[in-house]
């Protein structure tokens, strides 16, 4: 069963301490993984695409990283401004709809 | 670029009527648009998949008579809760996604409370 595990479920932080979330999933075939921001009573930002093991991406503070079993979503030096909760969701080859599988996500808090 | 709008961003409304949401993508063609339920402190539950010009495709458990969906152009999707009731309170989100593109692109959210 196609499945994603984020860890940990919330994360507290000082401002500019660097810190790393985890993203592991189990697909039958990975077409892409995703990372997206969420904020209170919003609806989820995209963030990044990734599809092979080995490529990273980076915006500003982040940076995520894949390989065949796990993504990392790091931050460095965060601001408070960076508290959010962050996504992750895979999909998977062979799905005509190209629906996504997500994980529960990471609570991040960032304390000035 | 990749922005979705979704109207209203929030409505009360008396338990028995019918809500209409709707979902725009505002600067691309949105060929594949899906329907999510956030709960608090959860995380996305997909309720339907509608492709442009096709029937909605519903999960597992979804109502379609009373979640009725409608992607009659690529800028425009619905979701309707007919009959709604006080357990239809709920937080929902459309996306869209284009052709030759995996990403899904979110809209807002919609808050509804059904008294």
């Known amino acids: 069963e196609d499945q994603v595990t984020q860890s940990p479920e919330a994360l507290r932080l000082q401002e500019g301490e660097s810190s790393s979330l985890n993203c592991s999933y189990t697909?039958?075939?990975?077409?892409?993984l995703f990372w997206y921001r969420q904020d209170p009573g919003k609806g989820p930002e995209f963030l990044f695409t990734?599809?092979?093991?080995?490529e990273e991406k980076e915006k500003e503070r982040l940076k995520a990283t894949l390989t065949k079993k796990e993504s990392f979503l790091h931050i460095t030096a965060p601001k408070p401004e960076d508290s959010a909760t962050y996504l992750c969701?895979?999909?998977?080859?062979?799905?005509?709809?190209?629906?996504?599988?997500w994980g529960a996500g990471t609570k991040l808090i960032i304390k000035p | 670029g990749a922005v979705v709008s979704q109207h209203p961003s929030w409505v009360i409304c008396k338990s028995g009527t019918s809500v209409k949401i709707e979902c725009r993508s505002l600067?691309?063609?949105?060929?594949?648009m899906f329907w999510y339920r956030q709960f608090p402190k959860q995380s996305l539950m997909l309720m339907a998949t509608?492709?442009?010009?096709?029937?909605?495709?519903?999960e597992q458990g979804v109502e379609k008579d009373k979640f009725l969906i409608n992607h009659a152009s690529l800028t425009l999707s619905t979701l309707t809760v007919t009959s709604a009731h006080p357990e239809d309170s709920s937080f929902y989100i459309c996306?869209?996604?284009?052709?030759?593109?995996?990403?899904?692109?979110f809209g807002p959210g919609t808050r509804l409370t059904v008294l």
């Open positions: 600067d691309f063609q949105a060929t594949t």
């Open positions: 969701a895979v999909q998977a080859l062979g799905d005509s709809n190209y629906q996504l599988i």
């Open positions: 990734l599809y092979s093991a080995g």
């Open positions: 509608s492709n442009e010009g096709s029937k909605a495709t519903y």
């Open positions: 697909v039958s075939g990975l077409r892409g």
């Open positions: 996306s869209a996604k284009s052709s030759g593109h995996n990403e899904q692109f």
